[in-house]
């Protein structure tokens, strides 16, 4: 099942802005790299109290976003899903290990390694950049084509 | 008191945060998977989303990063966490490589789906279920002798 979405260069730069003013933020304040996976992680496995409050409360800021862009302008942010339950579970089982074993994911290393001019993260961003091309190719026009 | 203000500051940043990925569409599996379908439904929104983020992001660091170690601390640490890994091995090629895999498949990434929770969207929860399961077995994994060696947690 594919579904057509509109191209919205404007509100997906704004978007995009808005990620690298947090991503800088949290340099600013805490001093440390805006990575959903690794706040996730040490959120799930916390080194002390003081580590999981700070990332508890990023993640909650996280969360309560779309609630407050639906009070704010009276609808909630399109989440559609074209994919098989299956393909939820497989896939996000696989961007857990992936993320692990890679060190970071599309925030950690596409945004904020490679803002860091890091070689670790232009290669792992080059890399599951055409991975995911690579699997979305093979999905809908190999397998399902 | 300092403390609360901390916790205030970091809510207000994950906000921050979750507005531009939902703003944005990175939270959007089919958004993000007709960016990659260069061959059928294109959408090219995404660009826009890594190039706004990347060069907010690397203006933004040029103000904030230390020059040297001891220059400044962050405004609420006392020292930066900067990744020191800078090995390009075939844990970080092949870990990114599975994300990739996963990403295609499932259309969410880490970043896009931890804010997309607050939609309750229930597809976003078996997502979220499914990566914490991976996280999990891969540290599992990471601990057993014949994979053990230097290395940092996930950044």
Redesign the interface.
Known sequence: M?????????????????????????????????????I???F??PLSREDW??RA?????????????MIATGS????????S?A??????????????????????????????L???SF???L???????????V???VVGG | MS?LI??????????????????????????V??F??????W????????????????I??R???PRSESAA?????K?????T????DA??????????????????????A??????G?P??Y??????????????FL?HRPFMRQP?????
């Open positions: 594919t579904i057509i979405t509109p191209f919205t260069p404007w509100a997906s730069l704004a978007g995009g802005i808005l990620i690298g003013l947090a991503s800088v933020l949290l340099m600013r304040s805490l001093g440390r790299i805006m990575g959903a996976t690794g996730l992680s040490g799930l496995m409050a700070w409360a990023l993640l909650a800021g996280m969360a309560t976003a779309p609630v407050v862009m909630m942010p399109a989440v559609q899903v074209p994919v339950t393909m939820l579970l497989v896939g996000g089982f696989l961007v857990g290990l992936g993320v692990f074993f890679g060190g970071g994911c599309t925030s950690g290393h596409g945004v904020c390694g490679m803002a860091r890091s070689p670790r290669v792992a961003t890399t599951f950049m055409i991975a995911t091309g690579v699997t979305v190719f999905v809908r026009h | 403390g901390r916790l205030i500051t970091l809510y207000a940043i994950g906000l921050l945060f979750g507005i531009g990925i939902m703003l944005s569409g990175m939270a959007n599996p089919a958004k998977l007709n990659f379908d260069v061959a059928g439904t959408d090219p929104s995404l660009i826009f989303v890594m190039g706004g983020a990347l060069i907010t992001t690397l933004g660091y103000f904030v990063l601390t962050p405004l609420f640490d020292r930066f966490h900067l990744p890994n800078r090995s390009i844990k970080l090629v092949g870990g990114a490589t599975v994300f990739g895999i996963g990403w295609g498949l499932a259309g969410f990434c880490p970043g896009g931890l804010p997309a929770l607050g939609t969207v597809a976003v078996i997502f979220t279920a499914a990566l914490i399961a991976g996280l999990l077995v891969a540290r990471a290395s940092g947690r996930a950044a």
